[in-house]
């Protein structure tokens, strides 16, 4: 026995085509390769960063996880997010403005030495 399927039709949205090719005059290279200032509740690119890093300092156990008193490591995760990390510097190469670039930067190279300073055990 077949079912008989049926579609509704389809609407599709192209007013967008209009605006990508005709820019505006007032657009200008500044204000393309600039983020957006970070908007309560809006995700960008720095925040996004923040986030990985603020996730990868609870599993170093330098800070406790939300609703715990008590840090935890998770040493596997939170290599995974330095890796991680890496593999956007790398993606990114040449895409990011300089305080986009610096803050990566520092914030793997920051993260790098709390891991082997936390993971390595201490000679007593």
């Known amino acids: 026995m077949e079912k008989d399927i049926r579609f509704t039709e389809k609407k599709v949205d192209e007013s ?3 605006t990508a090719s005709s820019p505006s005059k007032e657009s ?3 204000e393309v390769s600039e983020p957006a200032p970070a908007q309560e509740g809006k995700i960008n690119f720095q925040s996004y960063l ?3 890093g603020f996730q990868c ?3 170093l ?3 406790p996880p939300p609703g715990s008193e008590k840090p935890e490591t998770n040493w596997e995760a939170a290599k995974e997010i330095i ?3 890496l593999l956007i510097k790398d993606k990114t ?3 990011l403005s300089a305080k986009e670039e ?3 930067t520092h914030l793997i190279a920051d993260l790098q030495l709390r891991f082997a300073r936390l993971n390595t055990p201490s000679e007593s």
């Open 16 to 18: 967008w085509k209009s």
């Open 28 to 30: 200008s290279k500044e």
């Open 50 to 52: 923040n986030s990985l």
């Open 57 to 59: 300092l609870m599993c």
């Open 61 to 63: 156990g330098e800070i």
């Open 83 to 85: 890796e991680l990390l």
């Open 93 to 95: 190469r040449g895409n």
């Open 102 to 104: 610096k803050m990566l």
